[in-house]
């Protein structure tokens, strides 16, 4: 199955789908008061995102395990997870809020 990215005026959506009509109704039908602004199939049956485009700098700690952990403890509340990561890092608030946010997009 194919892999698209669907571009509405406040979402860009990786999904896989069986042709452009179906990704279009996937999108619409999580995000009906929004229209589809761009829709492009993927060349591949992936996504990379860069952690550098979102922020996220390399350092001692491995940035996804440590959110993914917050994300655990706080049982998907964001707001919670945030504080949860600045104090196991030190990071300000609008790094852990990068790399919540960055994991939550993910699927953690």
């Not at 959506?13 to 999108?27: K, L, R």
């Not at 589809?36 to 996220?56: E, F």
């Given at each position: 199955?194919?892999?698209?990215?669907?571009?509405?005026?406040?979402?860009?959506?990786?999904?896989?789908?069986?042709?452009?009509?179906?990704?279009?109704?996937?999108?619409?039908?999580?995000?009906?008061?929004?229209?589809?602004?761009?829709?492009?199939?993927?060349?591949?049956?992936?996504?990379v995102i860069s952690k550098?485009?979102?922020?996220?700098?390399?350092?001692?700690?491995?940035?996804?395990?440590?959110?993914?952990?917050?994300?655990?403890?706080?049982?998907?509340?964001?707001?919670?997870?945030?504080?949860?990561?600045?104090?196991?890092?030190?990071?300000?608030?609008?790094?852990?809020?990068?790399?919540?946010?960055?994991?939550?997009?993910?699927?953690?």
């Amino acid at each position: 199955m194919p892999l698209f990215e669907v571009e509405t005026q406040n979402h860009i959506i990786i999904t896989w789908a069986d042709g452009e009509t179906a990704a279009a109704e996937v999108v619409q039908s999580a995000y009906p008061e929004e229209d589809v602004i761009r829709l492009t199939k993927r060349p591949r049956d992936t996504w990379v995102i860069s952690k550098s485009a979102l922020g996220i700098e390399r350092g001692n700690l491995d940035p996804c395990n440590t959110a993914r952990d917050c994300l655990s403890k706080a049982a998907g509340d964001k707001v919670h997870a945030i504080r949860l990561y600045m104090q196991e890092t030190g990071s300000d608030l609008e790094l852990a809020r990068k790399a919540i946010e960055s994991n939550m997009v993910m699927g953690w």
